[in-house]
């Protein structure tokens, strides 16, 4: 089993920036993808950016060239560095990962308002 706790939501205004961070514990050796969804009220959960244990790494077309998504394998610990933040960037932010099944953190808000 993998556990995972994310870290870094809140509250910022349009053109800030974020960090969040997904710290992985539990059975961390079977882990090979990493990464982020996210879901907006009243809409289904959607892929946001994901990396590889290679580093090999997919954005939805929505955020490439604003987010930007890292992981430190020492650290089981995966980052999503989200720059230029839009309103409709909002939405509860999950953390992801893969073994021979998917794996959820709780999930952490981010609100883009001014």
């Known amino acids: 089993q993998v556990q995972l706790v994310e870290s870094g939501g809140g509250l910022v205004q349009p053109g800030g920036s974020l960090r969040l961070s997904c710290a992985a514990s539990?059975?961390?050796?079977?882990?090979?993808?990493m990464g982020w969804y996210r879901q907006a009220p009243g809409k289904q959960r959607d892929l946001v950016a994901i990396i590889t244990s290679g580093g090999s790494t997919r954005y939805a077309d929505s955020v490439k060239g604003r987010f930007t998504v890292s992981r430190d394998n020492a650290k089981n610990t995966v980052y999503l560095q989200m720059n230029s933040l839009k309103p409709e960037d909002t939405a509860v932010y999950y953390c992801?990962?893969?073994?021979?099944?998917?794996?959820w953190g709780q999930g952490t808000q981010v609100t883009v308002s001014s």
């Open positions: 539990g059975s961390i050796f079977s882990i090979n993808v």
């Open positions: 992801y990962a893969q073994t021979a099944v998917s794996h």
